[in-house]
Each structure stands twice: as structure tokens, then as C-alpha cells.
């Protein structure tokens, strides 16, 4: 379909886009100090996980320093490729007694320089734990090992009827995606990570392995304690490794209908939308351009879309619903941006000004209640963001919490906060 | 409309249900040690919230002692009302440096013993903080004052086309429903509280205040550092106190239509839910009764339903989607019982029996990967339950978590876990 053509555009042009932004962001990185590893480590890490498991070769660490950001890559001392939470349980152990920062690698996909060594140490690469444990298909809900990612489990459903629709555009691991509280285009219709996640089994930096959800991990409703699960959920593996995740599964879409509007301005787009969006029909997939990002999603990929502020739509249902939805809309309609809806025409008429005062940088969602992160996470990139929008008690509580989970600070060391 | 007449029966028995088995359950309950409070601490919490607002007085502590639930009354040395954040702060504070219990009181609908003073101490009745600071109708949510009732900010709202759908039976302050992650029969359309709330002003034990998701408290999906927010929704008051709450709004239906359908089996009730939710469409509202729960409801309120296991069913959406949503249910559907769908019918057969060999008991949902509590959160009333469902190491971690939040362990104490 075009306008899925359209969005696949856009995606792929808006991860450069943020790529570009993080080497202006970071061109003068600070150097952390680094963790001397005792002698003797490396053969302790291949008694657990086995020799051909352990890796000290400079191309495999040069591999795991970085992800699909630009920031400077950072060596982890060596690598270790675990086949199951036992071995990460045991290297959690090990690392805890020697004081050695533990970074975890599920797809290196990330875009915040989430897996970089900052203080050297182990990078755990957990892509061999392949297995997809369980797939309950009556109860919507399917666990799985950290190495599998997102297509993987798709292709394995496909004759189920089922899906999971969490898309942020790479082929993620599952579990890095929880960990990232990863999001995407789809989100309007069915959430993020952070609703879509009903239990993860997590390695704490102590070794221990637990279910944040406990026995009622695949219950959908559950009022049981502190919600573990999702404070786990966007930690980035700061407080724990994810083992293994159990997601929620949702119905293939009967039908799909795709729609492009165009506006004379952003303030018509948006006025129509909230409007529109009283009336309560489930949108599946929503992509905002203004007249620019059309312009370069043109110039990108050879497209010769009108160029105009453009809403593109998805709609899933079955196919009768689905008629009678896009009937209704005589206008279309947008939201989550992650600034409030009625901040948006703001951010994009200021953001263009200050394109071109001052060539690229990044939106002003701070300043309109916005996040500095709806999808990718605080990894490296964003800490200084973070204090701005969390504010000093904020973090302060944040760090007690991890200081209560991972007291001698070993577990991805330097990411989410400083 | 004759089906919500009869859900609402449901839920009134229900809670009456509740309210029977909690007393069996806790015939022996321990008595906990009462803390001293200094001779002077009256009139420094005087000094703080007024003359006006601290009371001694018997029937006003008897009055905060309890809540719906039948665990016996359990007083608080004074019961102390405030008015604003900062105050609620300075009580926090003063408690903080006595090591003083402090027991934050909404509109005491609870039904797990939440309130109850185990340990003596401040109770901190909330519901004087009526002020609704804010409805952003454009973004679909508004930020609320620890005393706003569901009703009260749905009164209000009435005319904005917006409500707030959550619903736990009674008329519950809506910062107490965050604090024990309430939820209801609307729960399978619009989620529970952990989906709804967007941002929470939590007073800690030190008297700081913050907001739990900073400056994106009003963004609708954000990734930005720990998720601390969820970690507050269903704390019951011993992580922090809730002083004001963002949560989202959705727009009022166009109409509704209710259903009730009859089965001749449990079994044949489930094996088509489960077929039926894979047409992926929108219920708002869900009841299921085996047929001594139909009967028992006849007798209660003195209706002449079928005696048959059932479902009741609501749709909320536009008048023309609805009319294709109800073509397409020959069969009825079900979710969200609290365990997986494809254990109910064991949990709904063996109860029976159960319930025939022994008098009334709770469900098995444990055994059956479910969770002890689906709406009421664990208060003193399912401590031991939360203990066999999270496990030793959850509950360590939920432990660690709690100290270093509230050190002195001063709120709510026994509250969650023992």
C-alpha cells in the first residue's frame, strides 16, 4: 500500500534524522574511568558460560560498543554469550563479587548508546537464548528468551491468527524492547512495551532470579504489590538483566485500510483532530509530516507525495467496522507525540523557526510538558534531558531504587542517569 | 437497561461476598505493637495543619480505624486533616523524625484493611483536597486533588463529552484508587488504573514532593528513566502519599447497548470467548456469573433471570459501529477473570465444589497462574497470598524497594507485606 510505503519512508529518514542529531549532541563525550579486570576473570567467565562462549577478540568487542547511534564506540573488557538464566545468574554473581559493570546485548539496535561500555567490563550478549517458551493462544499471551526478536516471534504466529504489533521500525529483540520501553507507530491502537509486558524474569545484580509478576504472571489484571514488572520495563539494564519477557499477543487484523490527508496548515490538522478524535474510532497507526519531512521523505525515497502537512492513517478491524470508520472521517485525525495533542502545532512551528536559525536539533517537547523520550529511552544520549524533565527529586529517587537493587553499581553502569 | 441492573446487583453482592470471606479469613488476627507518640505531638501537627484539623476525639478515630472491610477497627492515635501538598509534606516530615506511622485516608471504601492503624500513629484524612486543578479536554486528561471522588470529577465533566471510565463499584477518592490500583467491569475496554494514570504528586516520607513522571506528566507514552509512576499506582499508601493525580479521560460514548447471553456449560461459555475475542472487537464492559451466582442474584434482588451460566455484555461506541459489533456476536465473549482465560472453567468447577465440601473460601486462582487480587489491592487482608504468589525473592525485592524509599518504615505500616 502507498501510504505504508509512505511510513516505512519516513521511519527509516527519521532514525537518520536522530542519528545526525546524537553526533551534534555528543561531540564532546566525557571519558569514564574504567574497571581494572583481574587476571584470572576471563577463565572464572568460561568455566560458567564455556570457552567458546567468551570472547576477548578485539572485531567481537568492537561489535558489542556501540549500537545504531553515533556515539563513540566503547570497548566492553570482553564478551560473553550466555545459553541460559543460570549462566547469566552465575556471570550477575561473579561480576558483583569483583565490582565489574555488566552491560547486557539483546539486537544492538538501540539509538541512546544503551549497550556502550562506558567503564569497560562484560558485555553479556544474550542472542543465543532463542527459544519462544510458550505461546498461549486462548489467553493472548506468549513467553519468551531474550534473544528473540520481534520478526522472529511475527513468523513463528503467523499461522496462529495471532500478532504482536509493538513495531519501533529495526527487528529488536523482544526483551530489549522491554527493557528500552520501546514504542512505535502503532502505539495509538495498542499501547507500548510498558502495557503490553505482563511479566519479565529478571537477573539481579546479586545473581537472584525472579518473576517481577510472581504466579500471576499471565493474568492480565492484577493489583498485587508494587508493579515490578514495570518498573523493570525502561531500565535499560540498570537494575537487572531480562531474561526472559511474557507479552501480550493480539488478534491479525481482518483488514487493514489505509488514508493520507493533506492540510494547508498544522493548526487544521490538529484543531480536526482532537475533534475527531471524540468520536472514539480506533486508529491503528498514525504518522504526522509536516511540509518538510514530506519534502525529504520525497527527495529519500523517490516519491512524489503533495507537499503539505499530511496525516497518514491505519485502520485494522474486520472489514464491515472497518467501512463504516473511515466513513466517519470526513477529517482525519492524529495524537500521541509525545507532547499534549493541544502543544503540538506549537513545537512544530518553533521547531522549523529554529531549524533554520540554527541547522538540525531536537524538538522543544520540555517545554510544553512534553518527554525528551517517547520511544528509545535515556541510554548515554539523554541523561542531562533526563534531569531537565524528571527534576532533581525525581532522579534522586531513581537512584535510590537502583542503589536498593544494585549497590555496588555494576549493572550498565552510566546509562539512564550520571 | 435490565442487564446493567443486574450487574450492578452482581457487584453489590459481590462485595458482600468479599466482605464474608474476609472475616473467616482473619478470625485470628494478630495484634501488632502500638507505637508511643510524644506527649507534645498534637500540638506540633496543630502548628502545622491547624487547630481545626488534628482530632483526638474517639468517634472521629473509630471513623478512620476501618474501612468496608470486616477486619476489625484498628485506631490511630489522631486523625489529622489536611488541606494542601505542603502540609501533607510537614506532616510527613514531623512523622519521619518521631518514626510515627502515617496512614494517608481517602474515602475509606477499601476492602482489604488499607486503612487500618496496626501500628497506631497519624491517620491522614486526605478528603478535604477537593480542588479539580485542571481538564485539558484537547489532550483527554486532567489532574485531580487527593480528595476528588470518581463521581464528583464525573459530575463535573458531563458536559465536556469526556468521562472517566474506571469503576470499581463504590464512589472511591481517585488518588485512593491509584494507590490500590483499582478496577472494574470496564477494565476489558479502558484498562485499570496502572493504563490511566499518567503522573502522580507523591509525598515521601522525608516530606519531599515530586512529581512521579517530571515534566511529561501529561505525554501519553514516554520512556524517560524508571517507571515511577507505576511503581506508586498500587504502593496502598506505604511508599509515598498521593496527593494529586493526572489521569486520562475518554470521550463519553455515543451509545451503548447491553447483552446478556445464556450457555448451557461454563465450558461452552469460554471455548466461545475465546473464538469470539479473535474478531479483536471492542467490549467496554464484562460480566460472567455461573448459574448459583445468577440465582443467588434473583434471590438478592429479586429478579427472575435464567438460571444458566451467563454473560453480561456492554458496547460503548458510535451508533453505527455498535450495530455491526452486535451482528457479529452470535456468540457472546469474555476476559479478564484474573486468571488466563483457559483456566476458568477449572477455577469456576472446582470452586463449586469447594464451596459445597467447605463453605465459602477464595478461588484458586494461584494454582492456576492467576493473581490473588484483581482490583482490591493486599492492604492486611492478603499478605500471606501476596507471599505465595510473588514469591521470596519479589517480596525481598519489593522490601529493598520500600526501604529505601521509607527508611524509618514509617508509612502505613504492615500494609502489603508484614
Excluded at 113 to 122: D, E, Y
Excluded at 205 to 234: E, I, Q
Excluded at 336 to 341: A, E, G, H, K, L
Amino acid at each position: 500500500m502507498y501510504s505504508q510505503r509512505i511510513i516505512r519512508s519516513y521511519s527509516a529518514l527519521f532514525r537518520k534524522f536522530q542519528i545526525i542529531t546524537n553526533i551534534n549532541r555528543h561531540k564532546a563525550q566525557q571519558v569514564a574511568e574504567k574497571i581494572q579486570i583481574p587476571s584470572s576473570f576471563a577463565a572464572d567467565l568460561a568455566q560458567i558460560v564455556g570457552e567458546h562462549n567468551v570472547s576477548t577478540a578485539n572485531a567481537i568487542r568492537e561489535q558489542h560498543g556501540h549500537d545504531e547511534s553515533y556515539h563513540s564506540i566503547e570497548l566492553p573488557d570482553m564478551v560473553a554469550f550466555t545459553e541460559r538464566t543460570e549462566q547469566v545468574s552465575e556471570v550477575a554473581r561473579l561480576c558483583n563479587r569483583h565490582g565489574i559493570p555488566l552491560i547486557p546485548f539483546g539486537s544492538g539496535t538501540g539509538l541512546e548508546g544503551g549497550v556502550n561500555a562506558i567503564k569497560g567490563g562484560v558485555c553479556l550478549d544474550l542472542s543465543k537464548m532463542t527459544k519462544i517458551v510458550s505461546v498461549n493462544a486462548g489467553d493472548f499471551d506468549c513467553t519468551v528468551e531474550a534473544g528473540v526478536t520481534r520478526k522472529t516471534l511475527n513468523n513463528y504466529l503467523r499461522d496462529t491468527g495471532l500478532w504482536f504489533p509493538i513495531d519501533p521500525g529495526a527487528d529488536a529483540s523482544l526483551c530489549g524492547m522491554c527493557a528500552t520501553s520501546a514504542s512505535g507507530t502503532n502505539a495509538v491502537r495498542y499501547g507500548t512495551m510498558r502495557e503490553n509486558t505482563m511479566n519479565l524474569e529478571v537477573v539481579l545484580a546479586d545473581g537472584t532470579v525472579f518473576d517481577t509478576a510472581g504466579k500471576g504472571k499471565r493474568t492480565k489484571k492484577t493489583s498485587a504489590g508494587y508493579n515490578l514488572t514495570n518498573l523493570f520495563v525502561g531500565s535499560e539494564g540498570t537494575l537487572g538483566i531480562i531474561t526472559k519477557a511474557t507479552i501480550r499477543l493480539y488478534p491479525q487484523p481482518e483488514a487493514t485500510i489505509s488514508a493520507t490527508c493533506h492540510f494547508e496548515s498544522v493548526q487544521a490538522a490538529v484543531d480536526t483532530t482532537v475533534q475527531v478524535l471524540q468520536y472514539g474510532i480506533p486508529i491503528a497507526r498514525i504518522e504526522f509530516l509536516d511540509e518538510v519531512s514530506v519534502d525529504a521523505c520525497n527527495k529519500f525515497s523517490k516519491l512524489n507525495m503533495t507537499v503539505a502537512p499530511s496525516l497518514f492513517l491505519e485502520f485494522h478491524g474486520n472489514a464491515s467496522v472497518l467501512e463504516d470508520q473511515t466513513k466517519l472521517v470526513g477529517k482525519p485525525y492524529s495524537t500521541d507525540v509525545c507532547v499534549p495533542i493541544s502543544s503540538l502545532p506549537k513545537v512544530i512551528t518553533r521547531t522549523k523557526e529554529m531549524i533554520k536559525e540554527a541547522g538540525i536539533i531536537g524538538k522543544l517537547a520540555l517545554e510544553l510538558d512534553g518527554t525528551c523520550t517517547g520511544e528509545h529511552g535515556i541510554g548515554q544520549g539523554k541523561r542531562e534531558l533526563l534531569e531537565r524533565e524528571i527534576g532533581v527529586s525525581g532522579i534522586k529517587v531513581m537512584k535510590e531504587l537502583k542503589m536498593a537493587l544494585d549497590p555496588r553499581g555494576i549493572m550498565n553502569p552510566g546509562k539512564v542517569f550520571f
